[in-house]
């Protein structure tokens, strides 16, 4: 399944800075906006897939699913 997201790249003195707002934690620097763009996209799979497998390990019992709101 491919998903899309939008990252966030800003230009700092020689380097790139990006990050994917909607994927906390994935961010990355490079020399060029292509090298930013290859990591953020290997950051996203990486967080995504370790999310996948803490959640899908020790389920045990009733899972309850309950939406919340938050004020951002």
Known sequence: MNRTFEATIEKRDKWYIGWVDEVPGAFSQ????KEVQDN???AVQLILESQRELRDT???GKIIKKQIQVQV
């Open 30 to 33: 490079s020399k060029t906006i």
């Open 40 to 42: 953020l996209r290997e």
């Open 58 to 60: 020790g389920i045990s």
